[in-house]
Nanobody
């Protein structure tokens, strides 16, 4: 499966963005999906994940209450709605398809990764 994340850009602190992750090649409708992010010199960190049916979403503490993950199984697309952005949210954001039907906070549980999209939050 090929994953492509898009929707990144430059936004002022306090603003919002919605990232999308489109899958092609095969369906990901039976896979848990997740979003991760990475800044230079740091390890990739978990952001959000959900199960194959869109249920059981969960989030990193740093984004809880500000970010919302969702999916459209018909469109084979996963979204990350980000609000209340801060400069600390600046990163390259990656989507990934899990090995199983549930999402995970561990990057090793994901088998397919998309090319990231850069989010820059200015102060």
């Amino acid at each position: 499966v090929r994953l492509q994340a898009f929707g990144g850009g430059v936004v002022q602190a306090g603003g919002s963005l919605r990232l999308s992750c489109a899958a092609s090649g095969r369906t990901t409708t039976n896979n848990g999906m997740g979003w991760f992010r990475q800044t230079p010199g740091k390890e990739r960190e978990f952001v959000a994940a959900l199960s194959w049916n869109g249920g059981s979403p969960f989030y990193a503490d740093s984004v809880k209450g500000r970010f919302t993950i969702s999916r459209d199984r018909v469109k084979n697309t996963v979204y990350l709605q980000m609000t209340g952005l801060t400069p600390e949210d600046t990163a390259v954001y990656y989507c990934a398809a899990a090995r199983s039907a549930v999402g995970s906070s561990r990057s090793r549980d994901y088998t397919s990764w998309g090319r990231g999209t850069l989010v820059t939050v200015s102060s």
